[in-house]
């Protein structure tokens, strides 16, 4: 991992990225209900506020390997995310 500012980065376009795509799912679906994929979206967003809140702590005593696991947990729930945009039908 590089820095903070590159973290933050990655941060925002892998969440952004499934966002957007749950937007397509639903422009290219608009005869199917949007809970499940509205609920995507939300889980989205609290998964960046949560993500972006770990990355500013200040108070780790070992910057790497706090940037390592959050970088390992943005992996985890957008791999989650995708897998749940998949499941939508």
Same mark, same amino acid.
């Given at each position: 991992? #590089?820095? &903070?500012?590159?973290?933050?980065?990655?941060?925002?376009?892998?969440? @952004?990225?499934?966002?957007?795509?749950?937007? $397509?799912?639903?422009?290219?679906? =608009?005869?199917?209900? =949007?809970? &499940?994929?509205? +609920?995507?979206?939300?889980?989205?967003?609290? =998964? *960046?506020?949560?993500?972006? #809140?770990?990355?500013?702590?200040?108070? $780790?005593?070992?910057?790497? #390997?706090? *940037?390592? +696991?959050?970088?390992?947990?943005?992996?985890?729930? @957008?791999? +989650?995310?995708?897998?749940?945009?998949?499941?939508? @039908?």
């Amino acid at each position: 991992m #590089a820095n &903070k500012r590159d973290l933050k980065k990655d941060i925002n376009y892998v969440l @952004g990225d499934i966002i957007e795509a749950v937007y $397509v799912w639903e422009y290219n679906n =608009t005869d199917k209900d =949007t809970k &499940k994929s509205e +609920a995507i979206i939300d889980e989205a967003i609290e =998964t *960046f506020d949560s993500l972006i #809140a770990k990355v500013n702590d200040r108070a $780790v005593e070992d910057k790497k #390997a706090h *940037f390592k +696991a959050v970088n390992q947990e943005l992996e985890d729930k @957008g791999r +989650a995310l995708i897998e749940k945009i998949n499941k939508l @039908g």
